[in-house]
């Protein structure tokens, strides 16, 4: 075998991946959102959870993408592990599309595949047409490459390293590692199965030696998840090492069945008697199948197993328990005044939650903490997880039969939802100041700080009179929380004044200048949404800004 030929068997390689990425990419641009969309809406239903990952995976021809959307939606908490481990073990499934595809020989039309592709992409104007060319073209490409690899792989046959290779291959554990390996550097079960299965066409890896690569194909698979957990958060880890746990249960499964019943595998081969191509992937296919049933009613284990793996920790318990409705069970049977109280109840619990946030917000700016920064990000998306929580089971409230005072009391309510909502919002927008600082090496005064600190003080104070105004309906004092509010407008007046004077005379850094009016802004506002909440359920006026 000649150097020519390694690199003709490398650019069939090439060939392939590239077809094979090109396709996948085609096939998720002409889907569009819609596949995250189908990802998002996975419910805590197994059954539908692993449909959802078999259509998503076939769909985009690659399980690993579908696996790396599925760490960002738990990663962000869109999605729940328990979602997750469906979706995966879905995802297991779809991937072994490609092989059943694959074993088909289309050598012969692969050339048309790519004229029509390549004709559709480069002609058409219309983009989904464009997306459809690609997909063409892609898979044209994949075929070429099996075709050239194909014809590459004889000659490699007669060359004594790698028959030595494939001797060792024989030994099941080597043959399982080597699956590993070669699926991780590769990045793509699909891409080494289909690897696997030239080679056994052109009668240079024998059947019971594919058997076991497939077994460690499917391990090596979850490189590319592990590698993109590396930047997610706890959960979005666990979402990786619950597909590697899978797998490699799944593997000790398989091996174990296909040892104490090698009728099994003699089965499969009789499904497509002469066609090892066509075994290979049925043999991928059926070890997927096989795999989920078994181990489908053990998903809260491996979920356990991967907590174990990476323990929860305290903040992780609270920040679940800050995520899930505390009083608002709606109970069909439940009296609408008490429904209304749960309501009002939940509202106020977030409405702590916030003032929480702002208030650890304004002490990162004040002594800067990457690790309260981070507390800060996450509460604020658990405000926004709670918000649309609450919303949508106040719309259900309408069901009880309630009369018009409780429905306008109702809306009321989902009204004061929103200006909690803003209030969080704004400690969001506080840490983000803490970044530009930072990133450009500005610096305020210890004048300017001490105003902001003075400011933040009333504006707290005003934020905690609220939430417990509108817990306890003690609107007598909604004057007092007036009288606090005027005070926060007088700092935004006299403040901006100081900074201008200060801008006269150059002593001010010009980031700092535009953070510090932002502050202020942002802390009036914040004073204002608390006179919101406060008389949202009151006779008194507004101020929405």
């Given at each position: 075998?000649?150097?020519?030929?390694?690199?003709?068997?490398?650019?069939?390689?090439?060939?392939?991946?590239?077809?094979?990425?090109?396709?996948?990419?085609?096939?998720?641009?002409?889907?569009?959102?819609?596949?995250?969309?189908?990802?998002?809406?996975?419910?805590?239903?197994?059954?539908?959870?692993?449909?959802?990952?078999?259509?998503?995976?076939?769909?985009?021809?690659?399980?690993?993408?579908?696996?790396?959307?599925?760490?960002?939606?738990?990663?962000?908490?869109?999605?729940?592990?328990?979602?997750?481990?469906?979706?995966?073990?879905?995802?297991?499934?779809?991937?072994?599309?490609?092989?059943?595809?694959?074993?088909?020989?289309?050598?012969?039309?692969?050339?048309?595949?790519?004229?029509?592709?390549?004709?559709?992409?480069?002609?058409?104007?219309?983009?989904?047409?464009?997306?459809?060319?690609?997909?063409?073209?892609?898979?044209?490409?994949?075929?070429?490459?099996?075709?050239?690899?194909?014809?590459?792989?004889?000659?490699?046959?007669?060359?004594?390293?790698?028959?030595?290779?494939?001797?060792?291959?024989?030994?099941?554990?080597?043959?399982?590692?080597?699956?590993?390996?070669?699926?991780?550097?590769?990045?793509?079960?699909?891409?080494?199965?289909?690897?696997?299965?030239?080679?056994?066409?052109?009668?240079?890896?024998?059947?019971?030696?594919?058997?076991?690569?497939?077994?460690?194909?499917?391990?090596?698979?979850?490189?590319?998840?592990?590698?993109?957990?590396?930047?997610?958060?706890?959960?979005?880890?666990?979402?990786?090492?619950?597909?590697?746990?899978?797998?490699?249960?799944?593997?000790?499964?398989?091996?174990?069945?296909?040892?104490?019943?090698?009728?099994?595998?003699?089965?499969?081969?009789?499904?497509?008697?002469?066609?090892?191509?066509?075994?290979?992937?049925?043999?991928?296919?059926?070890?997927?199948?096989?795999?989920?049933?078994?181990l489908a009613p053990f998903s809260n284990l491996i979920i356990?197993?991967?907590?174990?793996?990476?323990?929860?920790?305290?903040?992780?318990?609270?920040?679940?328990?800050?995520?899930?409705?505390?009083?608002?069970?709606?109970?069909?049977?439940?009296?609408?005044?008490?429904?209304?109280?749960?309501?009002?109840?939940?509202?106020?619990?977030?409405?702590?939650?916030?003032?929480?946030?702002?208030?650890?917000?304004?002490?990162?700016?004040?002594?800067?903490?990457?690790?309260?920064?981070?507390?800060?990000?996450?509460?604020?998306?658990?405000?926004?997880?709670?918000?649309?929580?609450?919303?949508n089971v106040a719309v259900r409230l309408r069901s009880l039969?309630?009369?018009?005072?409780?429905?306008?009391?109702?809306?009321?309510?989902?009204?004061?939802?929103?200006?909690?909502?803003?209030?969080?919002?704004?400690?969001?927008?506080?840490?983000?100041?803490?970044?530009?600082?930072?990133?450009?090496?500005?610096?305020?005064?210890?004048?300017?700080?001490?105003?902001?600190?003075?400011?933040?003080?009333?504006?707290?104070?005003?934020?905690?009179?609220?939430?417990?105004?509108?817990?306890?309906?003690?609107?007598?004092?909604?004057?007092?929380?007036?009288?606090?509010?005027?005070?926060?407008?007088?700092?935004?007046?006299?403040?901006?004044?100081?900074?201008?004077?200060?801008?006269?005379?150059?002593?001010?850094?010009?980031?700092?200048?535009?953070?510090?009016?932002?502050?202020?802004?942002?802390?009036?506002?914040?004073?204002?949404?608390?006179?919101?909440?406060?008389?949202?359920?009151?006779?008194?006026?507004?101020?929405?800004?």
């Open positions: 075998m000649s150097v020519f030929d390694v690199f003709s068997l490398l650019g069939g390689v090439g060939l392939f991946l590239f077809g094979m990425t090109m396709m996948s990419t085609g096939l998720r641009n002409a889907c569009g959102n819609n596949l995250q969309g189908i990802l998002e809406k996975a419910t805590a239903n197994k059954f539908l959870a692993i449909i959802v990952g078999v259509a998503v995976t076939v769909l985009i021809q690659s399980s690993s993408a579908t696996d790396v959307m599925v760490i960002g939606f738990v990663n962000s908490a869109m999605m729940t592990l328990s979602q997750a481990i469906g979706v995966i073990m879905g995802a297991n499934i779809g991937t072994t599309i490609t092989a059943q595809i694959t074993a088909f020989d289309l050598s012969s039309i692969t050339p048309l595949f790519l004229f029509f592709g390549v004709v559709l992409y480069i002609f058409v104007k219309k983009s989904f047409v464009k997306y459809i060319g690609t997909i063409i073209m892609g898979f044209g490409m994949l075929f070429q490459g099996i075709t050239l690899i194909k014809a590459e792989v004889k000659p490699l046959a007669d060359t004594i390293w790698f028959g030595n290779i494939m001797d060792t291959l024989s030994n099941p554990v080597l043959a399982i590692i080597f699956g590993i390996v070669f699926t991780a550097l590769l990045q793509s079960s699909s891409s080494s199965i289909v690897i696997f299965q030239s080679f056994a066409v052109e009668g240079i890896l024998e059947y019971k030696v594919a058997v076991y690569l497939i077994i460690g194909a499917a391990i090596g698979s979850t490189a590319p998840n592990l590698l993109a957990s590396l930047t997610a958060n706890r959960n979005g880890k666990r979402s990786a090492y619950i597909n590697l746990i899978f797998n490699i249960l799944r593997a000790v499964l398989i091996v174990t069945l296909i040892n104490i019943f090698p009728q099994i595998t003699d089965f499969i081969c009789k499904m497509s008697p002469g066609d090892i191509g066509r075994q290979i992937a049925n043999t991928h296919t059926i070890f997927a199948l096989v795999a989920v049933i078994a356990k197993i991967s907590e174990k793996l990476i323990p929860v920790l305290p903040e992780e318990t609270e920040k679940l328990a800050d995520r899930e409705l505390k009083y608002m069970t709606l109970n069909q049977n439940l009296p609408s005044p008490v429904a209304l109280h749960q309501a009002q109840m939940e509202i106020a619990r977030m409405g702590r939650l916030a003032a929480k946030n702002l208030r650890q917000a304004l002490e990162c700016f004040f002594e800067p903490d990457d690790a309260k920064i981070q507390k800060v990000l996450d509460r604020e998306e658990s405000v926004d997880i709670l918000t649309e929580k609450i919303e039969g309630l009369t018009a005072i409780e429905i306008e009391k109702v809306s009321k309510m989902t009204i004061s939802v929103n200006d909690i909502e803003r209030l969080s919002d704004y400690a969001e927008n506080i840490v983000e100041y803490i970044s530009m600082l930072k990133e450009r090496k500005a610096e305020m005064s210890e004048i300017a700080l001490n105003e902001l600190k003075e400011m933040a003080q009333a504006t707290l104070q005003s934020v905690d009179y609220a939430v417990k105004i509108f817990e306890t309906d003690d609107f007598a004092h909604i004057p007092d929380l007036y009288d606090i509010e005027d005070k926060v407008d007088d700092y935004k007046t006299r403040l901006i004044a100081n900074h201008v004077d200060r801008l006269m005379v150059k002593s001010c850094d010009p980031v700092a200048g535009v953070v510090f009016t932002d502050m202020v802004t942002d802390l009036e506002r914040c004073s204002d949404h608390a006179c919101n909440i406060a008389c949202s359920l009151s006779f008194k006026p507004k101020l929405t800004k």
